[in-house]
């Protein structure tokens, strides 16, 4: 009889205890779409706010495809995603988990002095920490922290060490102060109105039409995320439009997309400098993963 391979393994033994999972391929990411829902050809589930399920037969749309059901694990429709797989990732919302994501050691350092200790698991160049309860996700709620629940995923890096302790208030405040009222009809901001185009982008690869489009789909979602969400799609779509521009010979002209990304997130009530955050927190993750 063939045995299942290393990382379904790892993802069944996790299923049985009850922790929702799926296939990451390399790079951190989640398989693509399945054609009826490639190239956001289903709309791209906006509604998605509470814990999936997602329908499709093969896994599709990341973290609402986690799953705690061996029979959809093992099944032929996710044989190819597990053939490419190159490790596990788990719905921490879906199991009831928040967890906070520390990038480096100025975030670990800040967590230890600010947040009850947790149970630990080490990452690659920082920790996460573990608590007990569900809340939404955001990114960049401070400088290198995001926060994975209910609508993100988190990769399996092993079950860690110490207790772990219920979801404090103070790491629910960190989204509500990333989310939060928008501001009052009047406050002035020190936004600018800049727009991207082909003169501040002579060293681009990219034809203008190329940019554009994917600039005004990604702004299109930030300002659909009028209730809550979207300071972390400003992080998202910063992270996403930069990484198309890793090979170009420069200059692209990110300023000017950073300064739209930043004007569509502050115009549905994100605080400016939240705002500008995000943006510079998903260039940097782009520059990180593709050095």
């Known amino acids: 009889m063939t045995q299942p391979a290393p990382v379904r393994r790892v993802a069944l033994a996790l299923a049985i205890a009850r922790l929702p999972v799926l296939p990451l391929r390399e790079g951190k990411v989640p398989v693509g779409n399945c054609p009826a829902c490639a190239d956001n050809a289903c709309g791209g589930r906006p509604t998605m706010k509470t814990a999936g399920p997602c329908t499709c037969p093969a896994p599709c749309h990341a973290w609402a495809a986690a799953t705690t059901d061996p029979r959809v694990i093992a099944s032929p429709a996710w044989a190819p995603a597990w053939r490419e797989a190159a ?3 788990y719905h921490p919302g879906g199991a009831g988990l928040t967890v906070v994501d520390l990038d480096n050691a100025d975030a670990i350092a800040w967590a230890r002095q600010n947040l009850p200790a947790t149970r630990t698991v080490p990452t690659t160049r920082g920790q996460h920490w573990i608590y007990q309860g569900a809340m939404s996700s955001a990114n960049a709620v401070r400088p290198g922290i995001d926060i994975k629940s209910l609508s993100q995923y988190a990769r399996w890096l092993g079950h860690g060490t110490g207790r772990m302790t219920a979801l404090p208030s103070a790491v629910r405040a960190l989204v509500v102060r ?9 406050v002035a901001s020190s936004l600018t109105h800049t727009t991207w185009d082909r003169t501040v982008a002579t060293g681009c690869r990219h034809t203008e039409r190329y940019v554009r489009t994917g600039l005004e789909r990604g702004l299109a ?4 995320h009028t209730e809550s969400g979207a300071g972390s799609q400003a992080f998202g779509v910063a992270r996403f439009l930069a990484a198309q521009h890793t090979a170009c010979p420069g200059p692209c002209g990110l300023d000017a997309i950073g300064e739209e990304i930043t004007a569509a997130a502050v115009l549905v009530g994100v605080p400016e400098p939240y705002a500008r955050r995000a943006v510079a927190n998903g260039y940097r993750t782009a520059r990180e993963h593709a050095a």
């Open 221 to 224: 979602l930030i300002r659909s």
């Open 87 to 89: 490790a596990v990732a």
């Open 178 to 186: 990333e989310e939060a009222t928008p501001r009052r009809a009047g």
